[in-house]
């Protein structure tokens, strides 16, 4: 089945304490992104990567980190996380330019207290 | 800029009426729109995408928009409520850099 699959589903943690949320595709696309949503704020671009090694800031890149070695995989990094990164957290994946629709995975929702 | 603007914060029908859920784009080149629904903690699934071919475009679970340039809308309908289309609906635009552009949602609430 095409999916992009998110790990964890829920994640608690402590300020400061570095997390990783993995983010895997299986259909060979190029284009890799993730969002987070916040209520009243909607869903905003945190990070994007057009290809392998080719990653670039969105509107909310400060406090994450990505990295994109292989094509199917897009993990969000935030190295010491604090309270206002509790959010819900989405990745997702498109062939090239996105105009045929992206695919989402099923969400992170995290905690940081 | 691209933009969207969903004009309705809420919706509330009966079921088994006509769904209509409002959307206007901004955008100085021919868009590539969307609508997504996102169902009470669940991920955002696409029901239907308009990329300049034909402006009446049919999705998934009977839904369908027509992109009107002359209005800048592109409205998603349904004929006939479900009780499972209750969720929250996102029209959405890619802007230059591929970035998808939301609006700020649609909640559907169906009635019994």
């Known amino acids: 089945e095409a999916q992009v699959t998110q790990n964890p589903r829920y994640l608690i943690t402590v300020t400061g304490k570095k997390l990783t949320v993995t983010c895997s595709q299986n259909?060979?696309?190029?284009?890799m992104s993730w969002y987070r949503q916040d209520p009243g704020l909607g869903l905003r671009q945190i990070y994007y990567?057009?290809?392998?090694?080719?990653?670039d800031k969105g509107d909310v890149p400060e406090g994450y980190k990505v990295s994109r070695k292989e094509k199917r995989n897009f993990p969000l990094i935030l190295e010491s996380p604090s309270p206002n990164q509790t959010s819900l957290y989405f990745c997702?994946?498109?062939?090239?330019?996105?105009?045929?629709?992206?695919?989402f995975g099923s969400g992170t929702r995290l905690t940081v207290v | 800029a691209q933009s969207v603007t969903q004009l309705d914060s809420h919706v509330s029908v009966s079921e088994g009426t006509p769904v209509l859920l409002r959307c206007n784009y901004s955008?100085?080149?021919?868009?590539?729109l969307f609508w997504y629904v996102q169902h009470p903690n669940k991920g955002l699934q696409l029901l239907l995408k308009?990329?300049?071919?034909?402006?009446l475009v049919k999705g998934i679970n009977g839904f369908e928009a027509e992109f009107k340039k002359s209005e800048t809308s592109f409205h998603l309908t349904k004929p006939s409520a479900h009780m499972s289309d209750a969720a929250e609906y996102f029209c959405?635009?890619?802007?230059?850099?591929?970035?998808?552009?939301f609006g700020s949602g649609t909640r559907l609430l169906v009635r019994p």
């Open positions: 259909m060979n696309h190029e284009y």
């Open positions: 959405v635009v890619i802007d230059s850099s591929y970035k998808l552009i």
């Open positions: 955008s100085s080149y021919s868009p590539s």
């Open positions: 990567s057009m290809n392998v090694e080719v990653t």
């Open positions: 308009y990329t300049s071919a034909a402006t």
């Open positions: 997702a994946s498109s062939l090239s330019s996105g105009h045929m629709g992206y695919t």
